[in-house]
């Protein structure tokens, strides 16, 4: 459609802006937003360029930004909820594997979503009713239903952010039975990975919008469920967000559940 093209073009600019500073990514300008938690010159760059393109193509438009925050539009209903670099700390580290994601909300609903890796030119997207594709090719997510062959995507909290304790947990409830982890670092291309059947499944605690409203058009018109662990609502507003095959996405979001139960105190030994 129209719109999904004005947000492919709006992706490949703002990537092309992307590797080039991945270039020369030790002159770029750095600044701490809090624990662990980098921005820089690079991703306002990116962010910069998507608004100017998005707001040329809908000027009505509103807005959520990672950097720049919300923003109302004169159309009260639609807004793009845009993460311009998502996988900072990998791209600061000269690791590729990183994405730019652009979704359209429609209502409060993500409707549409396109998340671009300009390293590895793989371009996913998605519209509502229409699909999920990786460049031209339609995705499925993964039909696999034997856990232990598995491979699950997840995200650890960064040293100060979150809840570790929490995370380590879950890592034990889930881990044991799964054929292998990947923390990839960007949560959006691990949205993405599960549409195209790269992952089984994946869940993460403490994700923002950005990080997840096109990873869940993609997951979605591919077949798959994303959702918060009881398994029935929106990912976009959940602390965690869970995500499969109907039957993945049900055993993982039962095996979190089951990690944050509430533990009765160890029992005395009574003689
Ligand atoms: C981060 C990445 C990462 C996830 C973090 C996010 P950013 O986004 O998606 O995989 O574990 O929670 O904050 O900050 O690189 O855009
Ligand atoms: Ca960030
Ligand atoms: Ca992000
Ligand atoms: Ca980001």
């Known amino acids: 459609s129209p719109l999904i093209t004005v ?9 092309r802006g992307l590797v080039r500073d991945f ?66 700390t990998n791209f600061l580290h000269g690791i590729p594997h990183f994405a730019i994601s652009i979704a359209l909300e429609q209502e409060g609903v993500p409707v549409a979503g396109v998340i671009f890796n300009p390293v590895t030119d793989e371009l996913y997207w998605a519209e509502r009713g229409v699909g999920a594709y990786l460049n031209d090719r339609r995705l499925r997510v993964s039909s696999r239903s034997n856990l232990a062959d598995a491979l699950i995507g997840t995200g650890m909290p960064f040293k100060g952010r979150g809840d570790s304790i929490g995370f380590q947990r879950e890592l034990a409830m889930i881990m044991p039975h799964v054929s292998g982890i ?14 195209a059947a790269r992952f089984d499944g994946f869940w993460e605690t403490s994700l923002n919008p950005w990080d997840v409203a096109a990873g869940i058009v993609l997951v979605q018109e591919a077949g798959g469920f994303a959702t918060d662990i009881d398994g029935k609502s929106p990912a976009l507003k959940a602390d965690t967000v869970v995500a499969g095959n109907a039957l993945m996405h049900k055993t993982l979001a039962m095996a979190i559940t089951k990690a944050r139960a509430p533990r009765p105190p160890k029992a005395a030994n009574a003689s």
């Open 7 to 15: 947000m492919i073009r709006a992706a490949q600019k703002a990537g």
């Open 182 to 195: 990947r923390r990839m670092g960007a949560a959006s291309l691990d949205l993405a990975y599960v549409a």
């Open 23 to 88: 270039g020369e990514v030790e002159n770029l300008q750095v600044s701490r937003k809090g624990p662990a938690d980098f921005v820089s010159a690079a991703d306002l760059k990116a962010e910069d360029t998507l608004r100017q393109e998005l707001t040329r193509a809908r000027p009505r438009f509103g807005w959520l930004m990672e950097e720049g925050g919300a923003v109302e539009g004169e159309d009260k209903d639609r807004r793009w909820i845009v993460d311009p670099l998502d996988g900072t």
